[in-house]
């Protein structure tokens, strides 16, 4: 996974993961994503990650209220969120498959 948002500035991203240090959940919802990303055959440099304990402000710029959030943005600009360590395989699943 990309570490910030410098690294997919040609474009917009895919897939943005906001997460908190290394907060277990945090950890936890890194580690699934990966995962199941590798499983669907999806590049992780499609998701851009975001440590909030490093720029709080973005919290107020995608308007995330809790963590781990993994985050599809929308050329609409309405972005679909997923809260949570991400653990539940068939959710995520969805998520990154209907996008």
Known sequence: MSMGVEARSESRPRLILFVTGDAPRSL???ANLAETLERLGID???V???DLTADPTQ???Y???ATPALLRPKESGRSEIL???LSEQKALER???LG
Do not use: C, H, M, S
Request: proline content about 5%; cysteine-free; hydrophobic content about 50%.
């Open 28 to 30: 936890r919802a890194k």
């Open 44 to 46: 992780p440099a499609d």
């Open 48 to 50: 851009v990650e975001i």
């Open 59 to 61: 919290t107020l710029v």
């Open 63 to 65: 308007g995330i209220f």
């Open 83 to 85: 809260y949570g360590d």
């Open 95 to 97: 998520f990154l498959t």
